[in-house]
Antibody, heavy 120, light 107 residues
Framework: QVQLVQSGAEVKKPGASVKVSCKAS????????ISWVRQAPGQGLEWMGW????????NYAQKLQGRVTMTTDTSTSTAYMELRSLRSDDTAVYYC?????????????WGQGTLVTVSS | DIQMTQSPSTLSASVGDRVTITCRAS??????LAWYQQKPGKAPKLLIY???SLESGVPSRFSGSGSGTEFTLTISSLQPDDFATYYC?????????FGPGTKVDIK
């Protein structure tokens, strides 16, 4: 069965960086993409960006351009999302989700979420 | 960027009720719209894709319709497991956007 398993919760200071992992299983990793979505406490869903595990192409949300980098390691079927220069309003649950390999689409499988807390 | 709105923001209903949630896009997105259900502390779950296609394993009481700029999610007979928050998402553009959500709670 398809599973996306994310790394554990993180606590970071303002200005630091965080890297969240998302290990996929149960499907051919390189036949799909991965989108990252975050949710601040009590708020709605915010799309952060997409990476193709097929060819490595990326598409980031404009508001995060320059602070976010998404990568994949096809040898371990793992996707990564790194966010730099953290601010308090980056405190959120971060989700990875399976997407289309060529463009963003509907998200059919999701990870369990990773809570990132940014606090001094 | 394409902006998404949902109405209502909160909906109070009883088990057995027919429930309709509306999602509007600021410009045409053809049928590139998905609906998700989210329960507290859980990841979202895909219900509907391409505006009206039911995701595998999702009960048939859920249905989606619409195209262009106006879309609806209908639950034909609300069940206890359906009390949750529902989000629409457009994926027509290079900048996918979620709606603000509709919380369905118990009347």
């Amino acid at each position: 069965q398809v599973q996306l398993v994310q790394s554990g919760a993180e606590v970071k200071k303002p200005g630091a960086s965080v890297k969240v992992s998302c290990k996929a299983s149960g499907y051919t990793f390189t036949s799909y993409g991965i989108s990252w979505v975050r949710q601040a406490p009590g708020q709605g869903l915010e799309w952060m960006g997409w990476i193709s595990a097929y060819n490595g192409n990326t598409n980031y949300a404009q508001k995060l351009q320059g602070r976010v980098t998404m990568t994949t390691d096809t040898s371990t079927s793992t996707a990564y999302m790194e966010l730099r220069s953290l601010r308090s309003d980056d405190t959120a649950v971060y989700y990875c989700a399976r997407d289309n390999e060529l463009m963003t689409s509907s998200l059919d499988y999701w990870g369990q979420g990773t809570l990132v807390t940014v606090s001094s | 960027d394409i902006q998404m709105t949902q109405s209502p923001s909160t909906l109070s209903a009883s088990v057995g009720d027919r429930v309709t949630i509306t999602c509007r896009a600021s410009q045409s997105i053809s049928s590139w719209l998905a609906w998700y259900q989210q329960k507290p502390g859980k990841a979202p779950k895909l219900l509907i894709y391409k505006a009206s296609s039911l995701e595998s394993g999702v009960p048939s009481r859920f249905s989606g319709s619409g195209s262009g700029t106006e879309f609806t999610l209908t639950i034909s007979s609300l069940q206890p497991d359906d009390f949750a928050t529902y989000y629409c998402q457009q994926y027509n553009s290079y900048s996918p956007e979620f709606g603000p959500g509709t919380k369905v709670d118990i009347k």
